[in-house]
């Protein structure tokens, strides 16, 4: 039997796809071995997001050549589709395929073994409109299902050079959408969750349809528990979509909003189309509608130009936001793109400064969010079992509001929503106590008296 052996940077997307093109390769009597065993092939999914993503990409091309030398070595992903010059340049590379055309991937491999001469696919991407289709029926991960409905951007922020390695925004067909939901719930999955490179764009290359409908369309999937979006940004949260949300029972009270930066002029040089007062009262909005709601963040610290007042600025006005949670990245330099090129870069050392002022704030922020439901019970998927330390036996998962929660259960709990009393609020992971049927009969009957 032939092997496969997959290495996957960058983001869940990127995951994702791997899925996608493993299903392609078992379909062909394929097995997958681990990616530092000897493989007949070698698929490298590449990251571009950085310039440290480009040299992490070659390292690992490089690992699997020496690995087995007889191998043949496909190459996909953002950095394939940006560099492919650069990428069929390394020795041992046989198969360059960028971020389309990956469903061809087999005919490309049997070719290569027929002619032995090296093959270089990539096309401009610019000029793709159509959404590429990649199923995946199933995931190691048997908790959340996730569910790719778009692929690129249109927005061409200073700082990111993603529409360049994935296109303008494509959306995938509603009917696709809905058929490989309801093939997820059919394979067990309690939780699907929406992902794309600019998820909450959906629907926007669409006529007369939008994110709004699609939420409607599988809200009313049978045996689905939870809807979560990925990401959205605050300008994708229309009337339509809070309307959905109000009426939803399915809907994660959880949603990512990116802010990157909390002070006008530092959004308005990283070119995002929203000013922070925009962004506060769209989030506003959505605690009108869910008051317990969680909102995570993403945040980009020392922004070219960036000045400590419009950092202090920033700081305030996140704090105001009580988010549930914020990722914090230093600024890092992308070749390519306009803020590489900016004036005054910030030396590191002020970055990292303020990089752990604002994890500081976080941690406050989570710790805050996880103390309001202490006492409340919230209905968890564990999605694991902690092997060590204090909490060591018992079952861990995500709530619908994204807070991670453990607790003591009986192992035919794994992987089943299960409803858990918040006994202890922490940081990373809160503490509860699963409820018994008898408990959960008394609180159904004390609700209804």
Same mark, same amino acid.
């Not at 939780?191 to 794309?196: D, F, N, Y």
């Not at 689905?224 to 940004?233: A, D, F, K, V």
């Not at 992987?415 to 008394?442: C, P, Q």
């Given at each position: +039997?032939?092997?496969? =052996? ?10 994702y796809?791997?899925?996608?093109? #493993? ?34 990409? *070659?390292?690992?091309?490089?690992r ?20 492919p ?5 390394i ?24 002619e032995?001469?090296?093959i ?5 991407? +610019? ?17 959340? @299902? ?7 951007c ?9 529409? #360049?390695?994935? @296109?303008?925004?494509?959306? $995938? ?41 699609l939420?409607?369309? &599988? ?5 689905l ?8 940004? =605050?300008s994708?949260?229309?009337?339509d ?10 809907l994660? $009270? ?6 990157q ?5 530092? &959004? *308005? $040089? ?8 925009? /962004?506060?009262?769209?989030?506003? *909005? ?5 008051p ?19 950092f ?9 936001? =009580?988010f ?9 330099k ?13 030396e ?12 500081? &704030? ?14 409340r019970?919230l209905?968890v ?16 998962? /995500?709530?619908?509001?994204? +807070?991670?929660?453990?607790?003591? =259960?009986?192992? @035919?709990?794994?992987r089943?929503?299960? $409803? ?9 992971e809160?503490?509860g ?13 004390s609700?209804? @008296?």
């Amino acid at each position: +039997m032939p092997s496969v =052996a997959f290495h996957t940077l960058g983001c869940k997307v990127n995951y994702y796809e791997s899925e996608g093109i #493993w299903q392609l390769f078992k379909n062909e009597g394929y097995e997958q071995t681990d990616f530092e065993s000897r493989a007949d092939v070698y698929v490298i999914n590449t990251c571009t997001v950085t310039n440290t993503g480009d040299k992490k990409s *070659r390292q690992i091309i490089r690992r699997a050549v020496r690995r087995n030398p007889d191998a043949i070595v496909c190459v996909t992903g953002c950095y394939a589709q940006t560099a492919p010059a650069e990428v069929a340049s390394i020795p041992g590379v046989d198969i360059v395929i960028g971020t389309q055309d990956r469903d061809k991937i087999l005919p490309l491999v049997h070719r290569f073994r027929k002619e032995r001469e090296p093959i270089n696919v990539v096309r401009n991407i +610019m000029k793709t409109r159509e959404f590429e289709e990649l199923d995946v029926p199933e995931f190691e991960d048997r908790t959340r @299902g996730f569910l790719k409905i778009q692929e690129g951007c249109n927005n061409f922020c200073t700082f990111c050079i993603i529409p #360049w390695s994935r @296109g303008l925004l494509r959306s $995938r067909r509603p009917e696709k959408v809905l058929q490989q939901a309801r093939q997820l719930v059919e394979g067990g999955y309690q939780e699907i969750v929406l992902t794309g490179i600019h998820t909450g764009g959906y629907g926007e290359d669409l006529e007369g349809y939008s994110l709004a409908n699609l939420l409607r369309e &599988l809200d009313g999937v049978d045996g689905l528990e939870r809807i979560r979006i990925s990401s959205i940004e =605050a300008s994708q949260i229309t009337d339509d979509v809070l309307d959905v949300l109000g009426n939803s029972s399915k809907l994660c $009270r959880h949603f990512h909003v990116p802010l990157q930066a909390g002070e006008d002029n530092v &959004l *308005r $040089r990283m070119r995002r189309k929203y000013t922070a007062q925009e /962004y506060g009262e769209k989030i506003a *909005r959505i605690h009108e509608i869910f008051p317990d709601v969680g909102i995570t963040t993403d945040v980009i610290v020392g922004f070219p130009g960036e000045t400590n007042e419009q950092f202090e600025e920033g700081y305030r006005f996140m704090k105001e936001m =009580a988010f549930s949670e914020m990722h914090v990245f230093p600024y890092s330099k992308r070749t390519g793109t306009p803020a590489a090129r900016m004036d005054e870069q910030i030396e590191e050392e002020i970055k990292m400064e303020r990089v752990h002022r604002l994890i500081d &704030l976080s941690e406050e922020m989570q710790l805050a969010y996880a103390r309001k439901f202490i006492g409340r019970v919230l209905e968890v998927i564990p999605d694991r079992t902690i092997k060590e330390g204090p909490l060591a036996g018992c079952l861990a998962g /995500y709530a619908d509001n994204y +807070m991670q929660v453990a607790f003591p =259960a009986e192992p @035919g709990q794994l992987r089943r929503l299960t $409803r858990v009393r918040v006994t202890e609020a922490g940081v990373n992971e809160s503490i509860g106590a699963a409820l018994d049927r008898e408990a959960i009969v008394a609180e159904a009957s004390s609700t209804q @008296g």
